[in-house]
């Protein structure tokens, strides 16, 4: 699901969700990290306040 919403704006070389370690459970953030800063910098620029799921 997150792939297919940041691929659009370049390749990815990352992506890590952040779980509570006591209940495995999502905290509802996570980092993606792209293989070029330009790429990173528009799908800011582009999902800024992009709400999923939620």
Do not use: C, V, W
């Amino acid at each position: 699901m997150l792939r297919g919403i940041f691929e659009p704006f370049g390749r990815i070389d990352n992506i890590t969700l952040m779980k509570d370690p006591d209940t495995g459970r999502s905290r509802g953030y996570g980092f993606i990290q792209f293989a070029h800063a330009e790429d990173a910098k528009r799908a800011m620029e582009n999902l800024n306040g992009f709400e999923l799921a939620g």
